[in-house]
T-cell receptor
């Protein structure tokens, strides 16, 4: 099955700096790549996603890039704020076979004021 | 609109017992998936239901089962509980297989 690796496991940045989280996947059939943010005591929340026919997608301070050849995708957060502190998960799925997501192990992001 | 609702939020059970968790998806969402989240294993897929049929199943023992009702509400059941079943169980719903999930807040199960 699909294997998703995520790095780094922890990340600390100064407020206003950028944060980058990277993921790799193993199954070239994966075609949908969402990113989730999980705050303490809550379920993961979808923040951005990208499909395999797109190389980059941006939503305000958040962007995701996808390199299908290298099988990796990254989350970029610019102008970080303390409220960005949370655990971020990447995921990959093959939408042709249903809604089964393979998640990375998570990155705990701390934004220092 | 209302989000994904999971009940109960917290549960404490004894080894050997069984437990049933409930999930009400967002109105109109027909796909409901269940995940187990633990510090050691992260988020692991249990199963997905679509229109009352199990469409996908993860690598969990047969003690873990689920079902979906005609109104899309779903339940998962764990029989003969083990200490290792202690986890946050998350339910997620989506409109279809081309959409991302919306997760509920989860049910925290503790097995003692």
């Amino acid at each position: 099955g699909e294997n998703v690796e995520q790095h780094p496991s922890t990340l600390s940045v100064q407020e206003g700096d950028s944060a980058v989280i990277k993921c790799t996947y193993s199954d070239s059939a994966s075609n949908y790549f969402p990113w989730y943010k999980q705050e303490l005591g809550k379920g993961p929340q979808l923040i951005i996603d990208i499909r395999s026919n797109v190389g980059e997608k941006k939503d305000q301070r958040i962007a995701v890039t996808l390199n299908k050849t290298a099988k990796h995708f990254s989350l970029h957060i610019t102008e970080t704020q303390p409220e960005d502190s949370a655990v971020y998960f990447c995921a990959a799925s093959i939408t042709d076979t249903g809604n089964q997501f393979y998640f990375g192990t998570g990155t705990s992001l701390t934004v220092i004021p | 609109k209302a989000g994904v609702t999971q009940t109960p939020r917290y549960l404490i059970k004894t080894r050997g017992q069984q437990v049933t968790l409930s999930c009400s998806p967002i109105s109109g969402h027909r796909s409901v998936s269940w995940y187990q989240q633990t510090p050691g294993q992260g988020l692991q897929f249990l199963f997905e239901y679509f229109s009352e049929t199990q469409r996908n199943k993860g690598n969990f023992p047969g003690r873990f089962s689920g079902r979906q009702f005609s109104n899309s509400r779903s339940e998962m059941n764990v029989s003969t509980l083990e200490l290792g079943d202690s986890a946050l169980y998350l339910c997620a719903s989506s409109l279809d297989r081309l959409s991302g999930y919306t997760f509920g807040s989860g049910t925290r199960l503790t097995v003692v």
